[in-house]
């Protein structure tokens, strides 16, 4: 499978725990995007990275989030001390830049959080 | 910031019916709008895009409109068939800092088709 991947699919912790995610995305794509999406409700952004470069987040990833790309291929998205709102679809996407256009954005299957 | 509103949020059609599903959007920087798809715990796939610089695009049963003075755009399905039943997002895109493009999904809107 050459799309993009995340793990784990599926994550239930309890509230104060810290949990992590995995991006990996499609090769050579040099963007990284996460997005948080609740029940009943479209993507929301959450922040980007350019290869390793972490250039825009949002007013939604408060401090206990942390996103990293290392090495500018996988991305991992950290949340600490959980709480029952974090519980969402985190999903990752990848795209390639296109000089002059803008990007598809391939998403991933996501990992579900559930902060019990 | 970017508010993107989708109507309507649910749409039930007869299977050969044709299907519309609309977005109006308020960031006039706005210049990108992808449509994609999501099927029951899926991740969400690319249907359509069309650039601001295109009032019409058209792949197969799949047509996108965009009108930039009025700020919207519709998604078009004609002769729908039961596999098209799913959620259907909209999205309006800009650039934000380094040329990356952030998306801002509307709520989505459930189609199905019924036989």
């Known amino acids: 499978d050459t799309g993009v991947s995340q793990n784990p699919r599926h994550k239930i912790t309890k509230r104060g725990q810290n949990v992590t995610f995995r991006c990996d995305p499609i090769s050579e794509h040099n963007r990284l995007y996460w997005y948080r999406q609740t029940l009943g409700q479209g993507p929301e952004f959450l922040t980007y990275f350019q290869n390793e470069a972490q250039l825009e987040k949002s007013r939604l990833l408060s401090d206990r989030f942390s996103a990293e790309r290392p090495k500018g291929s996988f991305s991992t998205l950290e949340i600490q001390r959980t709480e029952q709102g974090d519980s969402a679809m985190y999903l990752c996407a990848s795209s390639l830049t296109y000089r002059g256009s803008q990007e598809t954005q391939y998403f991933g299957p996501g990992t579900r959080l559930l902060v019990l | 910031g970017e508010n993107v509103e989708q109507h309507p949020s649910t749409l039930s059609v007869q299977e050969g019916d044709s299907a519309v599903i609309k977005c109006t959007y308020s960031?006039?920087?706005?210049?990108?709008f992808p449509w994609y798809k999501q099927e029951l715990g899926k991740r969400p796939q690319l249907i359509i895009d069309i650039r601001s610089n295109v009032g019409e695009k058209k792949d197969q049963r799949i047509a996108v409109t965009l009108n930039k003075t009025a700020k919207h755009f519709s998604l078009h399905i004609t002769e729908t068939q039961p596999e098209d039943s799913a959620v259907y997002f909209c999205a309006a895109s800009r650039r934000v800092t380094g040329g990356g493009n952030k998306l801002t999904f509307g709520t989505g809107t459930q189609l199905k088709v019924e036989l």
């Open positions: 960031d006039s920087a706005s210049n990108y």
